[in-house]
């Protein structure tokens, strides 16, 4: 290499260097500036630190592209009490902002709006007051716009008409308030509107009904009247309009009929005969704030502002000029070319949508996105195009359908506070539905269930057909593409698993009574006695791994079979995985070992271990426990915790059963309809 161009690389190699870290150092700023805005007591973000780099992965929730932008930001759920400040807007490569599920309040910065790149934006439930910025409308590549659940008042901007990348429009429960603007009809690829628990008033705009893509209108508990028009009966229960007593409507369940009076007064929303609001005529391009110069993301740093932009460059082209003349600008002008011809890590793909509504889409991405794309349907679905051919399976399995949103809402974004316990597969949460009633959520990896989609629909089918008091009920399910997982959802089993009753100290206030025992194990027989008896619509089944870890007690201390069936969702190497764990704690029957197989006899094996268990108050059995129950001494045997409060007789026979179910040899157990004999003959009245 001659001295020239040697001069010429350095020449540049100083300038852009010189540049890289001014950037790098924006960036880090406008992170600090939130974060003292978000978290003024620095309680939650202390892992932001000046002294840090964001995209190393020690910034909390800050995740960054390949080009070392900041992407995505994702801080739901974090007890965050602060405000969302302006200085969110110098990031530029923003495509995600995620705050929602916190106690933030102030108003939503107009400033926001610089967020050209950004394709979702939760601020739903927080305390958030104001209006809803027009200069939203110039955000072209939002996809979502959560802001449900806050304070915020006026009317609703008529420049959201402008965002017609828009997928989801979510302003429930605000105090919102004005017509619903016609120009919402404009947005082409809205599939949920909902604008319910609000102050609007007028007509339901009839242009709505145009939008092909949309699959929920939301507008109940508001002031509406009017007609509504027809086309919106194509959304059949996706139409949600209870609360209006002004509106009405033909061929609407839950709509009143119309009289002569309400045809009388069609149109007096303002909509007109075409449904153009006459308010319709802002453009986010006359917005001071829009009027940026563009900032590309496929540059290798993103600038704080255009004046500090300008600066930075004039500079590099000063050191650069003083170096070489003219040969350096010809080497800048291609270099500036090449750059150009690389495509835009933030430019949103046209097929790529934030959520779904049980179709099939495509997601492009290589952002480092901690959250990954939500939907508010069941993205990854099993039951899609028809089902596999699955026909009135599908038609039955739809009544359990839960929607991605009730899921999210439901845990409050899977906030570590409702976590209840956590395996190598799955992950089980607290919840609330929407109605009031607590639930049990468990996750579960798409990996880990069984590949053949139409296997998966099949055990999905068989786990809905078991009803029993003694069973964990099964309410629903959803599943998510974009998440990669599968959601069960149970009833709430307030009382914990059974294993919280084992190994208890003295005085504990999780000590059994004696009859609560004897019920506990009645009603664990009772259910095993569903399980492997067959009926109409479904086979007789074994449960396959029964512990006490997966008895449930509810409020009123009755024992409660969980995850059966779950095996018929799982892939076989995650059920292999789930029986080493049993086999440690002693509940695999010894048979299973040589031949493989599951029978009846080993799920009476995995009772005979829990009667022993909830007898003697141990988890562990040890020998001198079965040699205890085995001679009736009740001292070695029975639960010290009940104090001798106990029939010795009841004891006895339950000591008896317990060993004759975990006897070694599977011929020597009784059957389930023997073990329901022997228990009716121990007497309750204790």
């Known amino acids: 290499m001659g001295f020239l161009p040697f001069l010429v690389y350095f020449s540049l190699l100083l300038a852009f260097s010189s540049l890289s870290p001014v950037y790098g150092n924006a960036e880090l700023e406008a992170l600090m500036e939130l974060k003292a805005s978000l978290d003024p007591d620095n309680r939650f973000l202390r892992s932001w630190t000046e002294e840090g780099d964001p995209c190393s992965g020690l910034f909390e929730g800050v995740a960054c592209n390949e080009h070392r932008k900041v992407a995505n930001i994702s801080l739901q759920g974090k007890g965050l009490s602060g405000k969302v400040s302006p200085a969110v807007a110098e990031l530029k490569c923003l495509s995600g902002l995620y705050l929602h599920y916190n106690n933030l309040s102030g108003e ?361 008091e003694n069973l964990v009920k099964l309410r629903g399910f959803c599943c998510s593409k974009s998440r990669s997982e599968c959601y069960l959802i149970y009833d709430f089993a307030p009382k914990g698993t059974l294993s919280r009753y084992l190994d208890t100290g003295e005085g504990s206030d999780q000590v059994l009574d004696w009859s609560k025992r004897v019920s506990i194990i009645s009603g664990i027989a009772k259910g095993i006695q569903y399980l492997h008896s067959s009926e109409a619509n479904r086979p007789a089944m074994i449960h396959q791994n029964i512990s006490a870890e997966k008895v449930l007690i509810d409020h009123q201390f009755n024992p409660l079979i969980s995850d059966s069936g779950l095996p018929k969702l799982l892939a076989d190497d995650i059920v292999f995985s789930a029986l080493k764990t049993s086999a440690a704690m002693g509940y695999l029957a010894p048979e299973y070992i040589t031949t493989g197989r599951f029978t009846e006899k080993s799920d009476i094996y995995a009772f005979g271990v829990i009667v022993l268990q909830v007898v003697s108050g141990q988890f562990m059995l040890t020998k001198s426990i079965r040699m205890a129950a085995k001679s009736s001494k009740f001292e070695d045997f029975v639960d010290a915790n009940l104090k001798g409060e106990f029939p010795e007789s009841e004891a006895a026979k339950l000591g008896e059963l317990g060993l004759a179910c975990t006897h070694e040899l599977p011929e020597e157990r009784p059957n389930v309809e023997e073990v329901i004999q022997d228990l009716s003959m121990i007497s309750f009245s204790f």
């Not at 402008?162 to 302003?171: E, G, H, I, M, Y």
């Not at 102050?199 to 002031?223: C, H, K, M, W, Y």
């Not at 004046?307 to 080497?331: C, H, K, N, P, Y």
């Not at 139409?454 to 057909?465: H, I, R």
Request: hydrophobic share 35%; with cysteine.
């Open 108 to 468: 939503i910065p107009r400033e926001i709006s610089n967020l050209t790149e950004l394709n979702d934006l939760y601020l739903n439930v927080n305390n958030l007051y104001g209006t809803i910025p027009s200069e939203i409308g110039s955000m072209a590549s939002l996809q979502v716009l959560q802001l449900c659940c806050n304070q915020l008042t006026g009317k609703l901007p008529s420049e959201i008409r402008f965002l017609k990348r828009l997928s989801v429009l979510a302003l429930q429960y605000n105090r919102l308030t004005g017509q619903i603007p016609p120009s919402l009809g404009d947005l082409g690829m809205l599939k949920r509107l909902d604008l319910s628990f609000n102050r609007f008033f007028g007509s339901v705009p009839a242009r709505l009904s145009s939008i092909q893509s949309l699959e929920i209108l939301d507008v109940r508990n508001n002031t509406l009247s009017g007609v509504v028009s027809p086309g919106f009966r194509r959304l059949n229960e996706g139409f949600k309009s209870e609360n209006n007593p002004g509106l009405c409507g033909v061929g609407f369940s839950r709509l009143r009929a119309c009289t002569a009076f309400d045809n009388a007064n069609l149109n007096v929303d303002g909509s007109g005969p075409t449904g153009q609001n006459i308010n319709d005529t802002a453009d986010p391009r006359r917005n001071p704030e829009s009027a940026n110069v563009e900032v590309h993301c496929n540059q290798t740093h993103c600038s704080k502002s255009a004046r500090f932009s300008q600066a930075a460059v004039v500079a590099g082209v000063v050191i650069v000029t003083i170096t070489m003349t003219g040969m350096v600008f010809v080497i800048v002008i291609r270099y500036r070319r090449r750059k150009q011809k690389i495509s835009s890590t933030c430019d949103p793909s046209d097929g790529r949508l934030s959520t779904d509504q049980g179709k099939e889409f495509q997601f492009h991405s290589k952002n480092a996105s901690p959250l990954v794309r939500l939907e508010y349907c069941n993205g990854w679905d099993p039951l899609g195009d028809g089902g596999n051919g699955l026909g009135s399976s599908q038609e039955y399995l739809n009544r359990y359908r839960f929607n991605m949103e009730e899921i999210e809402s439901a845990t409050q974004y899977f906030s570590e506070v409702n976590l209840l316990g956590k395996s190598k597969f799955s992950s089980v949460y607290k919840g609330v539905l929407r109605d009031g009633s607590v639930v049990a959520i468990r996750s579960i990896s798409i990996t880990s269930c069984k590949s053949d989609e139409a296997e998966f629909v099949k055990g999905l089918n068989l786990l809905f057909s078991l009803r029993h």
